[in-house]
């Protein structure tokens, strides 16, 4: 298993990457091999300094970074020696199995869409969230941000892309999966979940529950959560914000807690070929950890070749 990390992604690389890798490795069991892409200079002092063993790691030298505030499209196609667009292409070329960021997130998705292509039959990729419930259970809420504007065949795929994740990196034997609209009736909403209903009650491969409204998410209602990305987004802002609140307020709650970025690590983008990861900017070494954690559970589960096998059925 190879698993590719972005080590000069985030405001607090390379130190916190370095840091992330020392604890992955630590509790690893796998024989993982992790290949640390960026400027050796900075990275190779930190390894020695953290002492990582040098049989477990390989470093990839890049010479420039795509920075947070930098066009996509543009850095990239412009720095084709940064740590992103060497990962991709190591990816592509399958030196790695996996690759990692918490580097410009606009980046990390246009080198997918076009360094790896969807897998065949998907129209869009999506990007979830691990939502918490109050009675300890998670469920997923996608699209997160990355489709603001949706069809309501692409609200179908999201549900069915969701309901696999949910199964297989979850533990959800048959995931329950809710429309987010603002009623409970069929037949409520806007143009959009209006025409997405019948297509998701249709659907045979996935166990859909109807809709559900904003009140259900942090219950115990459905497991997977589907809207388009503008609501998604919101959401996901409002869920980071809880947790900051109750920081501030000094709120010792073990529910809240679980707001916490940094206690899933990253979001999947999932529908491309192979497992890419993307971590909040201020990822810490936890944060990477458990995008390590996640990254090892999608190539174990092979959950990209049941997606592959699904949408080719």
């Not at 069915?160 to 909403?189: F, T």
């Not at 996935?206 to 559900?212: S, W």
């Not at 997977?224 to 409002?238: A, D, H, P, Q, R």
Request: aromatic content about 6%; some cysteine.
């Amino acid at each position: 298993m190879n698993i590719g990390l972005d080590m000069m992604g985030g405001d607090f690389s390379p130190l916190e990457t370095v840091r992330g890798v020392q604890l992955y490795l630590k509790e690893s069991t796998s024989s993982t091999l992790l290949w640390l892409v960026g400027d050796e200079n900075q990275i190779r002092p930190l390894l020695q300094e953290y002492a990582i063993p040098a049989e477990s790691v390989r470093i990839v030298h890049a010479s420039q970074v795509i920075e947070m505030n930098e066009h996509p499209t543009k850095a990239l196609k412009e720095k084709q020696q940064s740590s992103i667009a060497i990962g991709y292409r190591l990816l592509a070329a399958g030196k790695m199995d996996a690759f990692i960021s918490a580097g410009n997130t606009g980046a990390m998705l246009v080198g997918a869409l076009y360094g790896l292509k969807p897998i065949e039959g998907i129209q869009r990729p999506t990007i979830s969230t691990v939502l918490p419930k109050e009675n300890g259970k998670t469920g997923v809420l996608l699209d997160v941000g990355l489709n603001a504007d949706c069809k309501p065949e692409n609200l179908h795929q999201f549900a069915i892309l969701g309901s696999l994740y949910a199964q297989h990196i979850l533990g959800i034997p048959q995931p329950r999966v809710g429309l987010l609209n603002i009623g409970e009736e069929e037949g409520k909403g806007n143009i959009l979940t209006q025409a997405a209903y019948p297509l998701l009650k249709a659907e045979s491969r996935i166990h859909f529950i109807g809709n559900i409204e904003g009140r259900d998410l942090l219950i115990d209602k459905a497991d997977v959560m589907v809207c388009e990305g503008f609501t998604g987004n919101v959401i996901l802002k409002l869920a980071e914000s809880l947790h900051g609140i109750a920081r501030n307020q000094k709120i010792d709650s073990e529910y809240f807690d679980r707001f916490d970025f940094e206690y899933y690590g990253g979001t999947p983008l999932l529908g491309v070929t192979k497992p890419v990861i993307i971590g909040h900017g201020i990822s810490k070494s936890r944060s990477f950890l458990n995008m390590f954690r996640l990254a090892q559970k999608m190539l174990e589960t092979d959950l990209l070749g049941k997606m592959k096998e699904l949408f080719l059925s």
